[in-house]
């Protein structure tokens, strides 16, 4: 089951201190995160932007290959960004480097909800890079940005740190826990025109 | 003179900030460049964010001694405080940016301030530096 759209409230006014939470429509799934991470089948590739060219022989290669020069903004999926973070937890000189606990987690939770939110649509969305960097203390950080739409995960580095997605458009903001469902309709949201 | 005691240390006078004072934040990721918000969130260990006024860019960093950098921000004091937030020098060309919550404490307006002073800052410099 995909996540619903997030919709961002309608504050009436700007002050950081309060916030107010946008009634949320998509029920979370049951169960834990970590169901999340097994059993998810890889992510469907669109074909338009299949990098394996057409195995139809009759279709001359230039002609199968085509659409791929006309995406003005490439489709992101989740092998990208597991990439940045294992780069992270490889080693990379201004950072520090992730914690077990926010790497795993991390890691985990990109590669199912990528999978719930880049499933099959009728209208083909777009999910820009993330910023993929660390905390001061090993957290995990991604931060998207779309337009005027910015979605932050943090994975705290431990088990007391916090686990949050921070929601920015315009004027509205607001923060909620972090687990796959809300991380999956975040991007969802995010892409979403 | 006998008796009296010499202050070694005697207090260095730190002058007052203006609204139209220029703050420089160094940015100490490459990362930082491409995405400012992430070099406007308090560090676990941090009151207050460290900027540095009447100087240069470079010069702020070599004061920051800091071992690499990536560039440097500039922000105006006048739209620090319009946020509500405070400038506070405490040296003669360092000052802190006081007000904004850990992330941890309160993840909605410190993500929130994070954003707003990366849109009020403009990067002057993108010089890789290591001292």
């Avoid at chain 1, 950081?16 to 029920?27: E, I, L, Q």
């Avoid at chain 2, 900027?51 to 006048?78: K, M």
């Avoid at chain 2, 739209?79 to 060309?93: I, K």
Wanted: hydrophobic share 40%; glycine share 6%; proline share 8%.
């Amino acid at each position: 089951m995909a996540a619903q759209p997030l919709p961002l409230g309608y504050y009436e006014d700007v002050e950081p201190g309060r916030k107010k939470r946008a009634p949320r429509n998509h029920p979370r799934m049951p169960g834990s995160w970590e169901q999340y991470s097994v059993g998810i089948a890889p992510e469907p590739l669109r074909p338009e932007f299949s990098p394996v060219p057409s195995r139809d022989q009759n279709i001359p290669h230039e002609i199968a290959v085509q659409p791929v020069m006309n995406v003005a903004a490439p489709f992101i999926g989740s092998s990208a960004v597991l990439t940045e973070i294992d780069a992270l937890a490889a080693g990379v000189d201004d950072e520090v480097k992730p914690s077990e606990y926010a790497y795993g987690r991390a890691r985990a939770f990109v590669e199912a909800a990528y999978g719930q939110a880049l499933l099959p649509k009728s209208v083909p969305r777009t999910i820009p890079a993330p910023l993929v960097t660390t905390d001061d203390v090993g957290g995990v950080r991604l931060a998207w940005r779309l337009g005027p739409k910015q979605l932050r995960a943090n994975f705290g580095a431990n088990a007391n740190l916090r686990n949050y997605l921070y929601f920015e458009s315009g004027l509205e903001h607001h923060v909620e826990d972090l687990d796959v469902s809300r991380l999956a309709g975040g991007l969802d949201w995010l892409a979403k025109k | 003179m006998a008796g009296e005691e010499v202050d070694l240390n005697p207090p260095v006078a730190v002058r007052q900030l203006v609204p139209d004072d220029l703050l420089l934040r160094v940015l100490v990721k490459q990362k930082w460049l491409s995405n400012l918000h992430e070099a406007f969130l308090l560090r676990s260990n941090e009151t207050g964010l460290s900027v540095f006024f009447d100087c240069s860019p470079a010069e702020s960093v070599a004061i920051s001694t800091l071992s690499r950098s990536y560039g440097v921000a500039r922000l105006v004091v006048g739209n620090v405080t319009a946020l509500q937030l405070t400038v506070v020098p405490d040296e003669p060309r360092h000052a802190t940016i006081e007000g904004l919550p850990h992330k941890e404490d309160d993840a909605d307006r410190a993500e929130w301030f994070a954003s707003r002073l990366a849109e009020a800052a403009l990067i002057v410099d993108r010089t890789k530096r290591d001292q």
